[in-house]
T-cell receptor, first 113, second 112 residues
Framework: QQQVKQSPQSLIVQKGGISIINCAYE??????FPWYQQFPGKGPALLIA?????SEKKEGRFTISFNKSAKQFSLHIMDSQPGDSATYFC????????????FGTGTRLTIIP | NAGVTQTPKFRVLKTGQSMTLLCAQD?????MYWYRQDPGMGLRLIHY???????AKGEVPDGYNVSRLKKQNFLLGLESAAPSQTSVYFC???????????FGPGTRLLVL
Protein backbone atom coordinates (compact mmCIF):
# COMPACT_ATOMS: atom_id res chain seq x y z
CA GLN A 1 0.00 0.00 0.00
CA GLN A 2 1.61 3.20 -1.20
CA GLN A 3 0.75 6.04 1.14
CA VAL A 4 2.41 8.80 -0.89
CA LYS A 5 1.77 8.88 -4.64
CA GLN A 6 4.14 10.95 -6.77
CA SER A 7 3.84 12.09 -10.38
CA PRO A 8 5.15 12.32 -13.00
CA GLN A 9 7.77 9.57 -13.04
CA SER A 10 9.95 11.66 -15.34
CA LEU A 11 9.87 15.26 -16.50
CA ILE A 12 11.75 17.23 -19.14
CA VAL A 13 11.71 21.02 -18.86
CA GLN A 14 13.43 23.66 -20.90
CA LYS A 15 15.97 25.92 -19.19
CA GLY A 16 14.23 28.88 -17.62
CA GLY A 17 10.89 27.09 -17.40
CA ILE A 18 8.87 26.00 -14.37
CA SER A 19 9.16 22.41 -13.16
CA ILE A 20 6.18 21.03 -11.24
CA ILE A 21 6.11 17.73 -9.37
CA ASN A 22 3.00 16.54 -7.55
CA CYS A 23 2.34 14.29 -4.58
CA ALA A 24 -0.83 13.03 -2.97
CA TYR A 25 -1.29 11.30 0.36
CA GLU A 26 -4.02 9.40 2.15
CA UNK A 27 -3.00 9.36 5.80
CA UNK A 28 -4.45 12.43 7.54
CA UNK A 29 -2.02 11.88 10.42
CA UNK A 30 0.85 13.08 8.24
CA UNK A 31 2.04 16.47 9.50
CA UNK A 32 5.45 17.02 7.89
CA PHE A 33 6.12 16.99 4.16
CA PRO A 34 9.72 17.25 2.92
CA TRP A 35 11.20 17.11 -0.54
CA TYR A 36 14.55 15.40 -1.09
CA GLN A 37 16.87 15.96 -4.04
CA GLN A 38 19.18 13.22 -5.31
CA PHE A 39 21.97 13.63 -7.86
CA PRO A 40 23.29 10.58 -9.74
CA GLY A 41 25.60 8.45 -7.59
CA LYS A 42 24.74 10.38 -4.41
CA GLY A 43 22.40 9.95 -1.50
CA PRO A 44 19.23 12.06 -1.21
CA ALA A 45 19.48 15.40 0.60
CA LEU A 46 16.74 17.55 2.12
CA LEU A 47 15.72 20.36 -0.22
CA ILE A 48 12.71 22.01 1.41
CA ALA A 49 9.90 21.00 3.79
CA UNK A 50 6.46 22.22 4.87
CA UNK A 51 3.94 21.66 7.65
CA UNK A 52 0.16 21.69 7.05
CA UNK A 53 -0.42 24.93 8.94
CA UNK A 54 0.78 26.92 5.91
CA SER A 55 -0.25 26.67 2.26
CA GLU A 56 3.05 27.67 0.72
CA LYS A 57 6.74 27.81 1.54
CA LYS A 58 9.37 29.38 -0.65
CA GLU A 59 13.14 29.06 -0.54
CA GLY A 60 14.88 30.74 -3.43
CA ARG A 61 13.63 29.21 -6.68
CA PHE A 62 11.96 26.30 -4.87
CA THR A 63 8.37 26.49 -3.60
CA ILE A 64 6.14 23.93 -1.92
CA SER A 65 2.40 24.39 -2.37
CA PHE A 66 0.21 22.52 0.07
CA ASN A 67 -3.52 21.78 -0.22
CA LYS A 68 -4.72 20.16 3.01
CA SER A 69 -8.31 19.57 1.90
CA ALA A 70 -7.19 17.81 -1.28
CA LYS A 71 -4.36 16.02 0.54
CA GLN A 72 -1.91 17.12 -2.11
CA PHE A 73 1.37 18.99 -2.18
CA SER A 74 3.66 19.98 -4.98
CA LEU A 75 7.17 21.23 -5.67
CA HIS A 76 7.64 24.13 -8.06
CA ILE A 77 11.09 24.99 -9.41
CA MET A 78 11.12 28.43 -10.99
CA ASP A 79 13.64 29.42 -13.67
CA SER A 80 14.79 25.78 -13.91
CA GLN A 81 18.50 25.31 -14.56
CA PRO A 82 20.54 22.36 -15.90
CA GLY A 83 22.02 22.01 -12.40
CA ASP A 84 18.53 21.19 -11.13
CA SER A 85 18.57 17.96 -13.14
CA ALA A 86 18.17 15.28 -10.47
CA THR A 87 15.67 12.87 -8.98
CA TYR A 88 13.21 14.42 -6.56
CA PHE A 89 11.37 12.54 -3.83
CA CYS A 90 8.44 13.77 -1.82
CA UNK A 91 7.89 12.28 1.62
CA UNK A 92 5.61 12.48 4.63
CA UNK A 93 5.78 11.82 8.37
CA UNK A 94 3.09 11.33 10.98
CA UNK A 95 2.67 13.51 14.03
CA UNK A 96 3.74 10.89 16.55
CA UNK A 97 7.46 10.28 16.86
CA UNK A 98 10.19 11.40 14.49
CA UNK A 99 11.28 8.00 13.31
CA UNK A 100 9.87 7.23 9.92
CA UNK A 101 9.47 9.00 6.61
CA UNK A 102 7.26 7.55 3.89
CA PHE A 103 8.71 8.36 0.46
CA GLY A 104 7.09 8.76 -2.93
CA THR A 105 8.44 6.85 -5.92
CA GLY A 106 10.55 9.72 -7.26
CA THR A 107 10.60 12.00 -10.31
CA ARG A 108 13.58 12.17 -12.62
CA LEU A 109 13.85 15.80 -13.75
CA THR A 110 15.92 16.76 -16.78
CA ILE A 111 16.47 20.40 -17.69
CA ILE A 112 17.42 20.88 -21.34
CA PRO A 113 19.13 23.99 -22.78
CA ASN B 1 33.18 15.66 9.95
CA ALA B 2 32.48 12.89 7.42
CA GLY B 3 28.69 12.73 8.01
CA VAL B 4 27.25 9.33 7.04
CA THR B 5 29.60 6.84 5.41
CA GLN B 6 28.82 3.43 3.94
CA THR B 7 31.05 0.43 3.28
CA PRO B 8 31.44 -1.07 0.70
CA LYS B 9 30.49 1.14 -2.25
CA PHE B 10 29.84 -1.80 -4.57
CA ARG B 11 29.60 -5.55 -4.16
CA VAL B 12 28.74 -8.56 -6.29
CA LEU B 13 27.37 -11.63 -4.54
CA LYS B 14 26.30 -15.05 -5.68
CA THR B 15 22.89 -16.35 -4.65
CA GLY B 16 23.08 -17.82 -1.16
CA GLN B 17 26.14 -15.88 -0.04
CA SER B 18 26.04 -13.64 2.99
CA MET B 19 27.39 -10.18 3.60
CA THR B 20 27.21 -7.21 5.96
CA LEU B 21 26.84 -3.59 4.97
CA LEU B 22 28.32 -1.08 7.38
CA CYS B 23 26.97 2.38 8.08
CA ALA B 24 28.79 4.86 10.30
CA GLN B 25 27.87 8.41 11.34
CA ASP B 26 29.88 10.96 13.28
CA UNK B 27 27.06 13.39 14.07
CA UNK B 28 25.98 11.74 17.34
CA UNK B 29 22.55 11.01 15.86
CA UNK B 30 20.18 8.80 17.82
CA UNK B 31 18.14 7.50 14.87
CA MET B 32 19.53 5.43 12.01
CA TYR B 33 17.85 3.85 8.99
CA TRP B 34 18.45 1.42 6.17
CA TYR B 35 16.60 1.94 2.86
CA ARG B 36 16.70 0.21 -0.47
CA GLN B 37 16.17 2.11 -3.71
CA ASP B 38 14.81 0.37 -6.78
CA PRO B 39 13.73 1.92 -10.10
CA GLY B 40 10.14 3.14 -9.96
CA MET B 41 9.74 2.21 -6.30
CA GLY B 42 11.43 5.07 -4.53
CA LEU B 43 13.05 4.59 -1.14
CA ARG B 44 11.68 1.79 0.98
CA LEU B 45 12.57 1.44 4.64
CA ILE B 46 14.10 -1.91 5.58
CA HIS B 47 14.92 -1.51 9.29
CA TYR B 48 15.59 1.37 11.60
CA UNK B 49 16.94 2.10 15.07
CA UNK B 50 15.96 4.76 17.59
CA UNK B 51 19.02 4.28 19.76
CA UNK B 52 21.96 2.08 20.66
CA UNK B 53 20.83 -1.50 21.19
CA UNK B 54 17.42 -1.00 19.56
CA UNK B 55 16.12 -2.06 16.15
CA ALA B 56 12.71 -2.12 14.48
CA LYS B 57 11.23 -3.41 11.23
CA GLY B 58 10.38 -1.11 8.40
CA GLU B 59 8.35 -1.65 5.26
CA VAL B 60 10.45 -4.43 3.64
CA PRO B 61 12.40 -6.28 6.38
CA ASP B 62 12.26 -9.85 5.08
CA GLY B 63 15.66 -11.34 4.25
CA TYR B 64 17.58 -8.72 6.23
CA ASN B 65 18.85 -8.39 9.78
CA VAL B 66 20.35 -5.39 11.55
CA SER B 67 22.34 -4.57 14.64
CA ARG B 68 23.14 -1.33 16.48
CA LEU B 69 25.77 -2.28 19.05
CA LYS B 70 27.33 1.19 19.00
CA LYS B 71 25.52 4.49 18.62
CA GLN B 72 27.59 5.51 15.61
CA ASN B 73 27.24 2.24 13.66
CA PHE B 74 24.29 0.45 12.06
CA LEU B 75 24.92 -2.88 10.33
CA LEU B 76 22.69 -4.45 7.68
CA GLY B 77 23.10 -8.19 7.12
CA LEU B 78 22.00 -10.46 4.33
CA GLU B 79 22.21 -14.06 5.52
CA SER B 80 21.42 -15.73 2.19
CA ALA B 81 21.40 -13.28 -0.70
CA ALA B 82 18.77 -13.56 -3.43
CA PRO B 83 18.62 -11.86 -6.85
CA SER B 84 15.59 -9.88 -5.59
CA GLN B 85 17.97 -8.13 -3.18
CA THR B 86 19.87 -6.54 -6.06
CA SER B 87 19.46 -2.86 -5.25
CA VAL B 88 21.10 0.31 -4.06
CA TYR B 89 21.15 0.49 -0.28
CA PHE B 90 21.17 3.78 1.57
CA CYS B 91 21.82 4.43 5.21
CA UNK B 92 20.52 7.58 6.90
CA UNK B 93 20.62 9.13 10.35
CA UNK B 94 18.84 11.90 12.24
CA UNK B 95 18.55 13.59 15.61
CA UNK B 96 15.66 12.35 17.76
CA UNK B 97 14.23 15.87 17.81
CA UNK B 98 14.56 16.56 14.08
CA UNK B 99 12.78 15.21 11.03
CA UNK B 100 15.73 15.80 8.71
CA UNK B 101 17.47 12.62 7.64
CA UNK B 102 21.07 12.69 6.42
CA PHE B 103 21.90 10.04 3.84
CA GLY B 104 25.08 8.21 3.03
CA PRO B 105 26.39 7.79 -0.55
CA GLY B 106 24.88 4.33 -0.99
CA THR B 107 26.04 0.77 -1.60
CA ARG B 108 25.28 -0.85 -4.93
CA LEU B 109 24.66 -4.58 -4.52
CA LEU B 110 24.34 -7.05 -7.38
CA VAL B 111 23.22 -10.59 -6.58
CA LEU B 112 23.77 -13.09 -9.36
Amino acid sequence: QQQVKQSPQSLIVQKGGISIINCAYENTAFDYFPWYQQFPGKGPALLIAIRPDVSEKKEGRFTISFNKSAKQFSLHIMDSQPGDSATYFCAAKTNFGNEKLTFGTGTRLTIIP
Amino acid sequence: NAGVTQTPKFRVLKTGQSMTLLCAQDMNHEYMYWYRQDPGMGLRLIHYSVGEGTTAKGEVPDGYNVSRLKKQNFLLGLESAAPSQTSVYFCASSYYSSETQYFGPGTRLLVL
